[in-house]
């Protein structure tokens, strides 16, 4: 739990930071062509120019970021009487309000995916929408399985 806590803490820094970063790349390629000119029509909609996918390699950092992020928050309220999986330590007491938290962050999380998947779709930002997709879904199952006071 101590890694789930530090990356807790950490994660502020380093999710800002890397947005700091995605935006810096997004003023500084602003004036580059961010569509391909050659090609056909639908070849230059969906493969995005060098400046394009430098701005979407960065933006896939900081959702990855903010991905680890979020699950190190629910790790660190739900290790305190919701989940009691033996490699988190003493569970400690029973959280009677805790009942509905493991099918809210299942949800949460659920939702988060295909909301920053679609946001990243309709943007053309492919690297960022893959992250999504498979990151995202995949830790709400995860989350899913464990072992609660109340399963």
């Known amino acids: 739990m101590m890694f789930f806590g530090l990356v807790f803490m950490g994660g502020w820094a380093a999710a800002a930071g890397a947005l700091v970063y995605a935006a810096a790349t997004l003023v500084r390629v602003w004036p580059e062509d961010w569509m391909r000119r050659d090609g056909h029509p639908a070849a230059r ?9 430098r701005f979407d390699v960065a ?3 900081t959702a990855f970021l903010a991905d680890l992020w979020l699950v190190s928050v629910v790790l660190v309220f739900g290790a305190d009487g919701v989940f009691t999986e033996d490699w988190m330590g003493y569970p400690g007491m029973m959280d009677p309000t805790g ?25 053309r930002c ?21 072992d609660t006071y109340y399963t």
């Open 126 to 146: 492919w690297i960022t929408a893959g992250v999504q997709v498979c990151l995202l879904p995949l830790t709400a199952w995860w989350i899913a399985s464990f």
């Open 59 to 61: 933006l896939a950092v």
């Open 99 to 123: 009942h509905g938290y493991q099918a809210g962050v299942v949800n949460v999380l659920h939702g988060t995916a295909w909301w920053t998947f679609g946001t990243a779709v309709l943007c």
């Open 45 to 53: 909609l969906l493969l995005p120019a060098p400046a394009y996918l």
